[in-house]
T-cell receptor, first 109, second 117 residues
C-alpha cells in the first residue's frame, strides 16, 4: 500500500524561529491532510490539500502540495510555545488512511 | 455538538483478560475509524466501519481483535486475551458523508490508554 514518509523525525527550535516538516510519497497522492497532536492529546485536523501545487495558509502556518502530488510541506513562521506537538501528514483513499510517522516539534522559550 | 467520545479513557487489564473500547462518533457522522498508537510513534490504521458494516479491516490483527458498529449504540473495539504488546493508545475518529463519499477530514476522540499488566 501507499506509504508516506516524514522528515525530520524531531526538530528543536528557539521560539521565534521558523519550522518546516516535509511529507513524501513514492506514488501520486489524491489528497494530503495535516494533523497536529499535542503531547498527551489526540490528533486534530488542520487542513486538506487536493490540487497539484496548492498552497493554503492558516495564520502562521503555510501548507503546500507538490506539483507532482508526491510531496507536501508544512511551514510555521515565528514559532511559539503553543506550536509544540507532533505534526502528522496523512493520506486517505476512501478505504483507509495512512499516517506518516510524524515530526515532533519542541520550542524552547 | 459534542465531539467524538471514547470510554474508558484509561483501562488496565491483566494478561488474558478482555478489553472493550467504546467510541461514539460525532452527531451526524456515519463513518468510524480505529487507530493504534504506541508511545512516541505514529498512528496505525486498524479498521474502518460504517453502521453495521466493516469496510476495511486490513490493519487489524486477524486474531483476538474485532470491531463492530451496530445500528444503535457506539462502535466497539474488542481485544480478547490481551497481551503486554497490546498496551497502547487506541484512538477512534469519525467523518461524515459528502454525498455518497466519506470526507477525508477526521475528528478524533480523546483516546483510550490501555495498559496490560
Amino acid at each position: 500500500g501507499q506509504q508516506v514518509m516524514q522528515i525530520p523525525q524531531y526538530q528543536h527550535v528557539q521560539e521565534g524561529e521558523d519550522f518546516t516538516t516535509y511529507c513524501n510519497s513514492s506514488t501520486t497522492l489524491s489528497n494530503i491532510q495535516w494533523y497536529k497532536q499535542r503531547p498527551g492529546g489526540h490528533p486534530v485536523f488542520l487542513i486538506q490539500l487536493v490540487k497539484s501545487g496548492e498552497v493554503k495558509k492558516q495564520k502562521r502556518l503555510t501548507f503546500q502540495f507538490g506539483e507532482a502530488k508526491k510531496n507536501s510541506s508544512l511551514h510555521i513562521t515565528a514559532t511559539q510555545t503553543t506550536d509544540v506537538g507532533t505534526y502528522f501528514c496523512a493520506h486517505g483513499n476512501g478505504q483507509n488512511f495512512v499516517f506518516g510517522p510524524g515530526t515532533r516539534l519542541s520550542v524552547l522559550p | 455538538n459534542a465531539g467524538v467520545m471514547q470510554n474508558p479513557r484509561h483501562l488496565v487489564r491483566r494478561r488474558g483478560q478482555e478489553a472493550r473500547l467504546r467510541c461514539s462518533p460525532m452527531k451526524g457522522h456515519s463513518h468510524v475509524y480505529w487507530y493504534r498508537q504506541l508511545p512516541e510513534e505514529g498512528l496505525k490504521f486498524m479498521v474502518y466501519l460504517q453502521k453495521e458494516n466493516i469496510i476495511d479491516e486490513s490493519g487489524m490483527p486477524k486474531e483476538r481483535f474485532s470491531a463492530e458498529f451496530p445500528k444503535e449504540g457506539p462502535s466497539i473495539l474488542r481485544i480478547q486475551q490481551v497481551v503486554r504488546g497490546d498496551s497502547a493508545a487506541y484512538f477512534c475518529a469519525s467523518s461524515y458523508l459528502s454525498g455518497t463519499i466519506p470526507t477525508d477530514e477526521q475528528y478524533f476522540g480523546p483516546g483510550t490508554r490501555l495498559t496490560v499488566t
